[in-house]
């Protein structure tokens, strides 16, 4: 089949098998690629393996777009292994469906609380749980969190949560588990938190309900999960000889660790399929959020600065790539307690490997989205205990000084950056006020949703952000990663 340019549209499309599906057993609030290319792969191997109806009915919160894509698809899609030396699909069919909440939340409603369900797993992004990040507690000032106040159909994941949940207990059935599966620590007593304050304010008989009877386990996720790109379509239809318009990138390795605490024991048997069930998931949440996610959005945020478009491009750099060593030696997992049986040298060793794989096109526009969520759990946590300690935090120190110039919305060419966060309007406004860069420091550390304050207020860390940024700005973000190196 040639590249013309009929493609994809010559191919015919994808369509799932004639085979009789399970039934659904899971809704998952958030239906995008990472969970497509993660859990869903999971769910649907436990099913091959252990058998057991674990279906999924999927949500998507806002848009209709993955609806629109993957109904006439039958709700199957392709899963692309992006590996150095090939790619690997595979069509993947646990989707029983997908539903738009924002067309039609009493649909939503009705399946999360269909006694069928038992589990109810979310990815919404940090943004999505209405919650201060700097606290973990609900945005009771949320627009959303004020709708799901005002009237009994949500807008908000927990707002969904909490009106199932109620009509589950009106019904007499036992509650769902509710397995968070975000970039969180301790994401599901996070989650358990948020439910039952929001759940408090609606009705305080349920929250008691809710308390006594649910479970919020919470887990560690992992896999790069890339956006897809339009030509993406195209050469996986010259592939297959199918056109799928949904389909999902990944990289080979994942890793799923969850806390073994579900109502009625009742799962897919994830540990078949390669799943970590565990009493505590802390240890391993720490270490991929800070090792991981910490250093991803360090690179992405004084790469994209530096006019790297890729973290393979960052990581190529040779700056970049002893910033990235020095800060994972010298500034994170010196401050990690390692999951028994984890050599954390090593597992900075294979995550350099991954940074490095030429297949995986991960944007470091893309992963700079949302930082403002993003900072507390991955970067700030680690350098609030550094400081504690006295350990090194410089290098840290100035990716959230890099994080503080690029959503100020114009980069080092003097060009706009099209910032991506729930905070935007207002951080531009602090940037382009501010008079010095110690007043536009200042003012962006008293945001509370971002910086607690024992951290904001502390003198060490001040002067600190406001000599990083001082630097980037005369200089640059690549020469400030050299100089770091050296």
């Not at 590996?83 to 409603?109: C, F």
């Not at 439910?195 to 996720?221: H, K, Q, Y």
Request: glycine residues 8%; negative net charge.
């Amino acid at each position: 089949m040639s590249m013309g340019a009929g493609l994809p549209g010559d191919a015919p499309l994808l369509k799932a098998s004639a085979a009789t599906r399970p039934k659904a057993g899971i809704v998952h609030l958030g239906l995008g690629a990472f969970f497509r290319a993660h859990g869903a792969i999971y769910t649907a191997e436990a099913m091959a393996k252990s058998g057991g109806d674990w279906g999924i009915i999927g949500v998507s919160l806002r848009h209709p777009t993955q609806r629109d894509l993957l109904q006439p698809q039958g709700f199957a899609y392709t899963a692309v292994e992006l590996a150095a030396d090939g790619e690997t699909p595979q069509v993947v069919e646990v989707l029983q469906n997908v539903l738009v909440a924002r067309e039609d939340p009493l649909a939503v409603l009705s399946a999360m609380a269909d006694p069928a369900i038992r589990i109810v797993s979310l990815t919404v992004t940090e943004k999505g749980y209405c919650h201060l990040p700097s606290t973990g507690l609900l945005n009771r000032d949320h627009p959303d969190v004020v709708h799901d106040l005002a009237h009994d159909l949500p807008r908000s994941a927990p707002g969904y949560l909490v009106r199932a949940l109620q009509m589950r207990r009106a019904a007499g059935l036992a509650p769902f588990t509710v397995l968070c599966c975000d970039n969180l620590p301790e994401n599901g007593v996070m989650l358990r938190g948020i439910v039952l304050e929001l759940a408090r304010l609606v009705d305080p008989g349920l929250t008691d309900w809710i308390a006594l009877n649910g479970a919020f386990p919470s887990t560690m996720v992992d896999r790069i999960v890339p956006a897809l790109k339009p030509e993406n379509i195209a050469e996986l239809a010259e592939k297959t000889g199918v056109t799928d318009r949904a389909p999902v990138m990944h990289e080979p390795f994942r890793q799923w660790v969850i806390e073994d605490w579900f109502v009625g024991d009742a799962r897919p048997d994830y540990a078949a399929v390669g799943a970590d069930m565990v009493r505590d998931v802390r240890p391993f949440e720490h270490m991929k959020l800070r090792c991981l996610n910490g250093t991803h959005s360090a690179l992405a945020y004084l790469g994209y600065l530096a006019g790297h478009q890729t973290i393979f491009d960052t990581i190529s750099d040779p700056a970049f790539a002893t910033y990235c060593r020095r800060l994972w030696q010298s500034e994170i997992t010196p401050g990690l307690d390692a999951p028994q049986g984890v050599d954390l040298a090593e597992y900075t060793g294979k995550l350099f490997q991954r940074y490095g794989n030429p297949a995986i096109r991960h944007l470091t526009h893309q992963i700079a989205m949302d930082g403002s969520q993003k900072l507390p759990p991955r970067i700030l946590a680690t350098i609030s205990e550094n400081l504690k300690a006295g350990r090194d935090s410089s290098g840290l120190i100035l990716a959230v000084a890099a994080w503080m110039r690029y959503v100020g919305a114009t980069d080092e060419n003097g060009q706009p950056i099209k910032v991506q966060d729930p905070l935007a309007a207002r951080l531009k406004t602090l940037s382009d006020k501010a008079g010095s860069v110690t007043e536009k420091v200042g003012s962006i550390l008293a945001l509370r949703e971002v910086f607690p304050a024992n951290l904001a207020e502390n003198p060490e860390f001040q002067k600190a952000v406001v000599a990083s940024y001082t630097n980037l700005a005369r200089r640059g973000a690549g020469s400030c990663v050299l100089e770091y190196g050296s």
